[in-house]
């Protein structure tokens, strides 16, 4: 999945953030425009021409019959700019347009069922401003576009911060399984050991660490094994999978190997975690748009690299990996619920899918931390939980659309 | 919308109503008598199949350029998403099959359409024709009591070498198109729009080869495949060879469907390409360059399966042609093929996999496709032929309005 641009642009929503943080956002009343001059940008781009720009935002369109409605949006503002479409009653968007550069014109499509409708201009720099109110009258029998309440980089920040302090706990876990993981090693307790990793990896999975938050430092803990080579014996693999790899290599393991191989692997992990620890909310952070991606993404990596195998060192623990990631999943969720309640129609499909997933792979859930192998399981059963996956993903993914952080005029 | 400009207009109707102005542009500009120099239109024509009708498109369609052929089977729990995926299935074929703008989720949600044919959806020839297996009639939904009398899982024929996970399944769709993009589109859309209720089992896609240089096109062997084909647009022999109808032991809801054979044939081609033509033109019965039987000139010409008194046919008890020739069956084993050729690649041994995805439309399995099958145990050809996977399905009855779907018979 090619997120590098999308790491960028995170890093950047990042960045807003601290701005939106500390500056204590003022939006002017736009003043009534008395624009004689026509707008215009480049007529050959389909649509009604629509001013964005401080001084005629939303001139040029206004109003007319129910339906399709296809506006070239012609940013004059001489600078980057953003637009949307508001529901003048409710304050629902109905389109963002983003990065419209200096003077760039760009069609747009909406279909508008009857009701007062009204442009919002935020012009880098600027204070957003509002265009007057129009009115789109008549009926439409076709499928209109649905309108939904925008969410602002401020409206995250509670969630954010929220989901930061639970991880923080989560972190502290994570190091309590990891010390009894060492002490077992330490000891010699082969059996144990093995369960030790199960339950250390899965408090490390549902920390949703699925999209490099931890950078660096997250791919020592939790690199995957590199498709036709030995993870035992790959140097350049460390964390879970290495010492999955030597766990359960052929054979119970020497006393020795355990103190002298496989123990200064997991501590050389642990002081990776303390270092997460250190650096948490400075050199590691979630940024705003994060919490909304991770619910799909989570799991995205569970269907490409579980799901398929690639991630199994020989502990064949894939199906307590995807429960955990299922985990995980959930908690993110938990902290955007308030945000995605009012605005997430699919939200009881969505967690009735998650469910239904969860519990398709409990079924394979033997005992405490006993999972049935991937390999043992049939084409149907197989393919259960694949549908049972993709479906969940593809209400997941909506939550990343709905959350992804819009400016707002108040 | 006071003010709009013409050019907003057309902006504001980017939709199948506009792609439809653009496709008929084109005929009218040569109507017009403004000849081949005149501006060339930019868009491509565009064929539109009707999604409704008393039989599903796809079956009597001319074959199109491109296709693929992907069986499911069904991950719904219970009854009722399985109806639920059928009324899905129904309004994706629907919107494809006519195409136009695809609905706007707005900032709700992903975008409804993956947009690699555009903004807006052209219909483009697209044919989507479900059809279901017999698995479908075990105890998981209840519809035991509803199966097609002859809908049985594909034996293995004689020469035959089947994979199971290269057959059957408990839904079969056959996708159709003029290019491959919108073939890919059709598939991804459904596939998304159904994701918890039908997994992918296997997959073929095939292509049609144009008329080398003229007839029917040739499958990969070099021969003209499809030539003795019954006439689609004879309405009467359509409905003796092709369509079911209820009663005698069909259930009422088959009335207008097709039992719908696929055989996933892979040709030895490196075998083939060491043969002599003349051996070849004997394994077939007909003339590779022509097409013609070796008893005429012209590959239309009726095949004389005679040996003229000489006590040796020309065309050979093992050949081909003679094999399935409906001559020595009046009682109608004669079918309708709809093949597309294949070429996926190449095999663990570097030799090329290539083959023929065979089709037929049957009305009565046994009397029409098995029997020929039969026929053909131990012909000459199959040296060089490889059946391998496939599968006997159902194709449903068509959808016959706005309210109806695909398979509604079936839960009424």
């Not at chain 1, 550069?101 to 720099?125: I, M, Q």
């Not at chain 1, 000891?187 to 549902?206: C, F, N």
């Not at chain 2, 064929?47 to 074959?63: D, K, M, R």
């Not at chain 2, 350029?65 to 499911?72: H, Q």
């Amino acid at each position: 999945m090619g997120r590098a641009g999308a790491q960028a642009g995170r890093l950047g929503t990042a960045l807003a953030l601290v701005a939106a943080l500390g500056l204590a956002l003022r939006l002017s009343v736009p003043t009534p425009h008395a624009v004689a001059d026509a707008p215009h940008g480049d007529t050959s781009i389909p649509g009604t021409p629509v001013q964005v720009s401080q001084e005629a935002c939303g001139s040029g369109w206004s109003g007319g019959a129910a339906g399709p409605v296809t506006l070239a949006l012609w940013n004059a503002s001489g600078r980057n700019a953003e637009a949307a479409l508001e529901n003048a009653s409710t304050h629902e968007y109905l389109l963002y347009a983003e990065n419209l550069g200096a003077d760039v014109t760009r069609s747009v499509t909406v279909t508008l069922g009857p009701g007062s409708y009204r442009l919002l201009c935020f012009v880098d720099d600027e204070t957003g401003v509002a265009g007057p109110a129009q009115q789109v009258t008549g009926s439409y029998a076709g499928a209109l576009t649905p309108a939904v309440l925008p969410v602002s980089t401020t409206d995250l920040i509670e969630p954010l911060l929220a989901y930061q302090r639970w991880i923080s706990g989560r972190l502290t876990i994570l190091q309590n399984k990891l010390a009894r993981f060492e002490k077992r090693l330490h000891r010699g307790d082969w059996e144990r050991a093995k369960r030790s990793w199960l339950a250390t990896h899965r408090a490390w999975i549902v920390l949703g660490a699925a999209y490099d938050t931890f950078g660096d430092v997250g791919d020592a803990i939790d690199g995957r094994p590199t498709a036709g080579v030995d993870p035992a014996t790959d140097r350049s693999l460390t964390g879970f999978h290495k010492i999955e790899a030597l766990l359960w290599a052929q054979g119970r393991p020497t006393r020795h190997r355990m103190r002298a191989v496989i123990l200064p692997a997991v501590r050389t992990m642990a002081a990776s975690v303390t270092r997460i620890q250190q650096g948490w909310g400075t050199t590691f952070q979630v940024a705003p748009i994060d919490m909304g991606l991770r619910t799909h993404e989570i799991l995205e990596d569970g269907l490409r690299w579980d799901l398929t195998g690639r991630t199994d060192a020989g502990s064949h623990t894939t199906l307590a990996a995807l429960d955990a990631e299922v985990t995980g999943t959930r908690a993110v969720l938990s902290f955007l619920r308030p945000l995605l309640q009012p605005r997430d129609r699919d939200l009881a499909a969505t967690d009735a899918w998650l469910h239904r997933f969860k519990a398709d792979v409990d079924r394979y859930h033997r005992a405490k931390h006993v999972w049935a192998p991937l390999q043992d399981l049939g084409t149907g059963q197989l393919e259960r939980l694949h549908a049972d996956l993709d479906q969940t993903l593809e209400y997941l993914s909506e939550i990343a659309v709905l959350t992804d952080p819009e400016k707002v005029y108040q | 919308m006071s003010g709009v400009s013409r050019r907003g207009l057309i902006g504001g109707l980017g939709t199948a109503a506009a792609t439809a102005a653009v496709a008929a542009a084109a005929p009218a500009l040569l109507r017009n008598g403004e000849g081949a120099s005149a501006a060339t239109p930019t868009a491509p024509t565009d064929t539109a199949y009707s999604f409704e009708g008393a039989h599903q498109a796809g079956i009597l369609t001319p074959v199109q350029r491109c296709a693929s052929y992907v069986a499911f089977d069904v991950t719904a729990a219970d009854r009722a998403e399985l109806v639920a995926m059928f009324r899905t299935l129904t309004e994706q074929s629907r919107f494809l099959m006519t195409g136009g703008t695809p609905p706007d989720h707005g900032l709700t949600a992903t975008t409804a359409d993956d947009g690699i044919l555009g903004p807006s959806v052209p219909a483009d020839g697209l044919t989507v024709t479900t059809s279901v297996g017999a698995s479908l009639f075990d105890g998981r939904f209840g519809l035991g009591a509803r199966r097609p009398q002859r809908l049985v899982r594909m034996p293995a024929f004689d020469d035959d070498a089947l994979d199971r996970a290269w057959c059957d399944g408990d839904v079969l769709l056959q996708i159709g198109a003029d290019n491959n993009d919108t073939v890919a589109h059709a598939l991804r859309q459904i596939m998304r729009a159904t994701r918890g209720a039908l997994q992918p089992r296997w997959r073929m896609d095939g292509f049609q080869s144009p008329p080398r240089p003229s007839g029917t096109p040739r499958n990969l062997l070099g021969y003209k495949d499809g030539t003795a084909n019954p006439s689609t647009s004879d309405e009467d022999l359509m409905d003796q060879l092709v369509w079911t109808h209820a009663g005698g032991g069909e259930p009422a809801w088959v009335e207008g469907g097709s039992y719908h054979v696929v055989r996933l044939i892979r040709m030895l081609v490196e075998f083939w390409d060491r043969v002599s033509v003349r051996e070849q033109n004997n394994i077939f019965g007909r003339d590779k360059a022509t097409g013609a039987p070796l008893t005429g000139s012209h590959e239309k010409d009726t095949p004389d399966y005679g040996d003229d008194g000489t006590g040796t046919p020309l065309i050979f008890g093992d050949a081909h042609i003679r094999r399935a020739s409906n001559s020595g069956n009046p009682g109608g084993s004669r079918m309708l093929r709809r093949s597309f050729n294949y070429d996926r690649g190449v095999d663990a041994n570097g030799n090329l996999d290539m083959g023929l995805i065979f089709t037929a439309f049957n009305q009565d399995l046994e009397r029409q496709f098995a029997t020929v099958q039969r026929r053909l145990a131990g012909e000459s050809l199959v040296d060089y032929i490889l059946p391998y996977g496939g599968g006997y399905f159902f194709a449903l009855p068509g959808v016959s309005g706005s309210g109806d779907w695909l398979g509604r018979g079936m839960f009424a």
